[in-house]
C-alpha cells in the first residue's frame, strides 16, 4: 500500500500518459472514469492536498509555524488545484489564472487548473488510441463524459466554495474547501512511512488459502485500517471509491470487497454512503504478541 504522500503526489504530479496493458492503470493517476462521471471521492483527495500546503515544504519536510497561519495558503492551493478556464463572471469565480505565480504546478497563466488538464490529457490519451487498447465501452464512455464536463466541474467548484454557515442553500451536504480544511488541520502532516502490520496477522493472511489478487487486497485494505486507526474506536472510515481507483475499477465494492474473508475485515454501512471497517480481533493483542514472541 502507497504511503499518504505517495497518495498525494498522484494528485500533484501528471503521469506518463501511456498504457501497454490494459490492466496498467498508473495513467489514471488515482482516479477512475466513475468520479469523473459521478464527481465523487474529492473529499479525500482534496484533504490530502490540503494536508501537503498546510503542514509540508516542497521536500516533503514538516514545515515549521503553526499551520493555522497557512489555512489561506492552503486554501488558495485548492483553488488553483480546481481552477477551470472561462471567461464567465458568475460568482463564485471558479477560474485562478492570478495563482500560477504562486502555485505554477497547479495551474496555467491561462486559469486551467490541475484536475481539468489530467482530464483532458486523459481523453487525448483514450481517443488516440492506435493500439486499440482500449474497448469501444471505454471510447464511448470517454465521448460522453467529455461533453459537458467542463460545466459540471465548474459547479462543483463553485459548490466548494459555498461558506459553511451559509444559509438558505440547497448544497445542505455539499463538500466545501471550509469542511475539507477543517478535517486537513485534524488529520495533521501526510505520513510517508511503509504500514507493516503484525507479523501474527500476516502469518493468519499466508495461512489463508486465497488467490494472490485476493490476498494483496486483502493485505491493502488491512493496512489502510490499520495504519488509520483511532485510540478510542477500533473502526475506521473507509474511502471505496478512492480505494477502488488505486485498483484500476469502479466497482471495488462489488468485485473485490466480497472476496476480503470475514475472518479479517468487517465493514459496515456507517452513515448515508459511508462505509467503515475494522479488523477482526484485538490489535492490541496482536501487537503485544508480537512483542513477546517476536519470531512469530
Excluded at 42 to 70: K, M, Q, V
Excluded at 113 to 122: A, Y
Excluded at 166 to 189: E, H, S, V, Y
Excluded at 209 to 235: C, F, G, M
Amino acid at each position: 500500500m502507497m504511503t499518504e504522500w505517495q497518495e498525494c503526489m498522484q494528485y500533484l504530479h501528471f503521469p506518463d500518459y501511456e498504457c501497454d496493458d490494459p490492466q496498467d492503470h498508473r495513467y489514471m493517476s488515482g482516479f477512475h472514469f466513475g468520479m469523473f462521471k459521478k464527481m465523487i471521492g474529492f473529499g479525500r483527495i482534496l484533504t490530502l492536498i490540503a494536508r501537503r500546503y498546510l503542514f509540508h515544504t516542497e521536500t516533503g519536510e514538516i514545515a515549521s509555524g503553526d499551520p493555522y497561519t497557512r489555512i489561506e495558503y492552503a486554501r488558495r492551493a485548492l483553488l488553483a488545484w480546481c481552477s477551470f478556464s472561462t471567461a464567465s463572471k458568475r460568482e463564485p469565480r471558479v477560474c485562478f489564472p492570478e495563482l500560477h505565480d504562486e502555485f505554477p504546478e497547479l495551474v496555467t497563466k491561462s486559469g486551467s487548473g490541475w484536475l481539468i488538464r489530467h482530464f483532458r490529457h486523459l481523453v487525448k490519451m483514450i481517443r488516440n488510441d492506435e493500439d486499440e487498447l482500449f474497448s469501444e465501452e471505454t471510447h464511448a464512455l470517454i465521448n460522453g463524459l467529455s461533453r459537458g464536463f467542463g460545466t459540471r466541474w465548474a459547479q462543483k467548484v463553485r459548490q466548494f466554495q459555498v461558506p459553511i454557515f451559509q444559509t438558505n442553500t440547497k448544497g445542505a451536504w455539499t463538500l466545501r474547501f471550509d469542511d475539507i480544511l477543517a478535517a486537513a488541520l485534524d488529520a495533521g502532516p501526510l505520513s510517508n512511512e511503509k504500514v507493516t502490520l503484525p507479523s501474527v496477522l500476516m502469518q493468519r493472511l499466508q495461512e489463508e488459502y486465497l488467490s494472490k489478487r485476493v490476498r494483496e487486497v486483502t493485505e491493502a485494505v488491512l493496512s489502510y485500517i490499520y495504519a488509520n486507526r483511532q485510540p478510542d474506536t477500533e473502526w475506521v472510515l473507509f474511502p471505496v471509491c478512492n480505494f477502488g481507483a488505486q485498483w484500476g475499477t469502479e466497482s471495488f465494492e462489488k468485485k473485490w470487497k466480497p472476496k476480503i474473508p470475514k475472518s479479517f475485515v468487517v465493514f459496515e454501512q456507517f452513515s448515508g454512503s459511508l462505509i467503515r471497517a475494522k479488523i477482526v480481533g484485538r490489535i492490541d493483542d496482536m501487537t503485544c504478541e508480537q512483542e513477546i514472541n517476536p519470531k512469530l
